[in-house]
């Protein structure tokens, strides 16, 4: 079974930095697409960035240019690093893996991440 370890989140301050970790507990090139996805307090989940496992990413629009996706197979990890936080950024965010970047079949348990002044 797959199991997916978020890490790394936290408080921030807006304009500031943070990564976060997604150590995966068998190699995640098995699965195609691994992505980030946050859900804000009363909103929908929504996707974040994901990567596949020749290197494509796909980022949503209010944090494409903000935020990086990658991965390192040789440490079974992926990384969101997170630049110019903002109020509005404010999640839980979760890692999720998948066939395609249509699908998510496993899901982490999440990691908060706060930013505010």
């Known amino acids: 079974q797959v199991q997916l370890v978020e890490s790394g989140g936290g408080s921030g301050q807006p304009g500031g930095s943070l990564r976060l970790s997604c150590a995966a507990s068998?190699?995640?090139?098995?699965?195609?697409?691994i992505g980030w996805y946050r859900q804000a307090s009363g909103k929908e989940r929504e996707l974040v960035a994901q990567i596949a496992t020749g290197g494509s990413t796909n980022y949503a629009g209010s944090v494409k240019g903000r935020f990086t996706i990658s991965r390192d197979n040789a440490k079974n990890t992926v990384y969101l690093q997170m630049n110019s936080l903002k109020p509005e950024d404010t999640a839980v965010y979760y890692c999720?893996?998948?066939?395609?970047?249509?699908?998510?079949?496993?899901w982490g348990q999440g990691t908060q991440v706060t930013v505010s002044s």
């Open positions: 068998m190699y995640i090139f098995r699965f195609n697409v």
């Open positions: 999720a893996a998948g066939i395609d970047f249509h699908t998510t079949n496993h």
